[in-house]
Each structure stands twice: as structure tokens, then as C-alpha cells.
């Protein structure tokens, strides 16, 4: 029996306190899109067959902590652009892990797959976004800055991104679906990736802990802007609060990080959308409009403005996705 695993892309808006004099640190906001979509196959086979030496590790870390009872030939079926903000090594991680477990004949939730490869450390958008999608808010971790406590389980002591950490994916505070005519147009410019690896992890230890303030400014964004005009369907509200998140907290040291065609582009977005911003350390940036007539005009405006710069880029649109991962057989 093969299974088929297709799973939403996801934008990660913004990382809430990365000050930890609270008691957590983490927590964030993003969403699930339809579009760009991971799918990939898995199927029982004598032995363990990858075209991907990404899936190697997962299959691997799967393999230290449950007892498999077969070999599994996994197959990219459609691949989400990697390091570039779109969460694709947590899709990936989540789609194999799923599809090997019913197989298995285990019904794992996303919690537990994401504890079976190792995702959700510090941001949970990506494990809650394959679970259910929509509009995500998440609470981060407990948070002790003393070193000596690094093997407690459950436990943060610094300031560390998901792929450095092992602790479990933070608590879902808030899971609600965006309306269907709110769309993104999303640009991938080709240009530096995202960072990543060791890069990243440097990037956490040298800026933070973020300064109190700041932290507490992108708090009354969160809780008086953007989580209300959710639940209010106000689209403008909603796209103001994610631009305003561009120059706050954390998401203002990733921006600076970005190549100057980023800047360039939100002031194209600023002039012919709703709201910007980019998604974690980018490159993906984004616009919000309303409807799909709207935002297939603006992804061909989009494209030709990069065109006009010399700058190679994927420009694309999509609506949420409401429902999470989908399986097939």
C-alpha cells in the first residue's frame, strides 16, 4: 500500500518575545497557504529507498525513536522551495512522518510526529499549520536562562531555533480560518536564502535576548489589531497590523538581514496592497488583498516590477488553507 501526503506551505508573520523575563520565550503568528503545496509518496518496500538525502535524516531520527516494522520508499511528489520562509523541512519532516505511521498502522497527531522528527522547538506555526491550518497563534516555551538546566525535559535556556532544539512544539493559544477571498501574493526573489544552520543559530545567540519594549510592542499589535480583526474579518485591520510588525522586535533584525530588493519591494506593496511583510528570514515576501481577481493582478504587477529590476523571482498567489494535511491512498 503507498500513501500520499500533500501539505500546506506556511508564512511565519512574526516571532512574538525573544526576551524571556517572563518565563517563556518564543511564541508566534503565521498561516497556512494552499499554494506552494508539499506532496510526497511513501510506500513499504524491501529496503529504505530516498531520492532526497534530506529524508535520510528523517527516516532516521523516526527510526531511533519508534521500532519500524518495514522499509519505506519515499517519494517528492511536489516540493516546496527549501530555506526560503515557506517552513519546508517541517513539512517534509511532518508529510514522511505521517504517511510512514498509517502505515504502521499508528495514529500519531501532529504533536507526536513533530516530537518524532525533531520539529516545533521554537516556532509551532509549521506543526499547527499541517494539523488544522488557518490563522495560527502560538504560546512558546518555558524558559529558564540558566545553563544548568539544559537536559530538563520541556525546557528552554537560550535563545535557539527550531532546528537547534529539541524541546516539544509550544501549545496552539489560537487556530482560526481566514476568510476564502483573503489572499497572498507571495515573491520569491533569487537571492540569497534564508539563513539557516549554523548561521541562524549565530544570528539568535548574538541579537538576543530582544529588548522588553519591544517585545511589549509587538504584544498590543498582536492582541489589538491583528487577533481581533480575525475574528472580525477586517482585512484591512489585519494587513495594517502585519506591516506594522516589520519594524518591531525580532522580525525587524530578520528584515535587516534581507537583500535591498526586499526593501524595494514593500515599497512597490505599499502602493498597491493592503499589508507586507516577509516570512521568517525570507527571502518569501508577501502582499494581502482581497479576492483572486485582485491578487492575480497584483502577482503579474509583481512579476514585471522584478522583471523590470533584473531580479529572477517566483511570484505566486494563494488563500489560506483551512483544513491542514490531507491523506491519500
Not at 226 to 252: C, H
Request: one cysteine or more; glycine letters at 8%.
Amino acid at each position: 500500500m503507498s500513501v500520499t501526503i500533500t501539505s500546506p506551505s506556511r508564512l511565519h508573520f512574526a516571532l512574538i518575545d525573544l526576551n524571556g523575563e517572563l518565563g517563556r520565550v518564543d511564541g508566534g503568528i503565521g498561516v497556512a497557504l494552499n499554494e506552494p503545496s508539499l506532496e510526497v509518496a511513501v510506500s513499504a518496500v524491501d529496503n529504505d529507498q530516498v531520492e532526497v538525502e534530506e529524508v535520510v535524516s528523517i527516516l532516521e531520527q523516526i527510526r531511533s525513536r519508534i521500532e519500524l516494522r518495514a522499509n519505506y520508499h519515499v517519494k517528492i511528489l511536489k516540493k516546496l522551495p527549501s530555506h526560503q520562509g515557506l517552513g519546508s523541512r517541517t513539512q517534509l519532516s511532518l508529510s514522511v512522518a505521517k504517511a510512514i505511521t498509517v502505515l504502521e498502522g499508528r495514529s500519531d497527531n501532529a504533536v507526536e510526529l513533530a516530537k518524532l522528527v525533531g520539529r516545533g522547538g521554537t516556532s509551532g506555526i509549521g506543526v499547527a499549520a499541517f494539523d488544522k491550518g488557518g490563522f495560527i497563534l502560538d504560546g512558546g516555551h518555558v524558559f529558564r536562562n540558566d545553563k544548568s538546566l539544559k537536559n530538563v525535559k520541556g525546557l528552554k535556556t537560550g535563545f535557539i531555533p527550531s532546528s537547534a532544539s529539541n524541546v516539544p512544539p509550544p501549545p496552539v493559544l489560537f487556530q482560526h480560518p481566514l476568510p476564502e477571498d483573503w489572499f497572498f501574493v507571495i515573491a520569491i526573489p533569487q537571492v540569497k536564502r534564508g539563513a539557516h544552520g549554523s548561521e541562524e543559530i549565530e544570528i539568535f545567540k548574538r541579537c538576543c535576548p530582544i529588548e522588553r519594549e519591544e517585545v511589549e510592542k509587538v504584544c498590543r499589535i498582536l492582541l489589538m489589531q491583528t487577533l481581533p480583526s480575525v475574528l472580525e474579518n477586517d482585512i484591512a485591520t489585519f494587513a495594517e497590523s502585519l506591516t506594522m510588525l516589520q519594524q518591531v522586535g525580532f522580525k525587524r533584525i530578520e528584515l535587516k538581514l534581507q537583500h535591498e530588493i526586499i526593501n524595494e519591494l514593500f515599497h512597490f506593496f505599499d502602493a498597491h496592497a493592503l499589508g507586507y511583510g516577509i516570512s521568517s528570514f525570507g527571502p518569501v515576501t508577501y502582499a494581502i488583498v482581497k479576492s483572486e481577481k485582485r491578487a492575480k493582478e497584483l502577482a503579474a504587477a509583481t512579476k514585471a516590477f522584478l522583471d523590470q529590476k533584473a531580479m529572477p523571482a517566483l511570484v505566486s498567489y494563494s488563500n489560506a488553507n483551512n483544513s491542514g494535511c490531507e491523506v491519500g491512498y
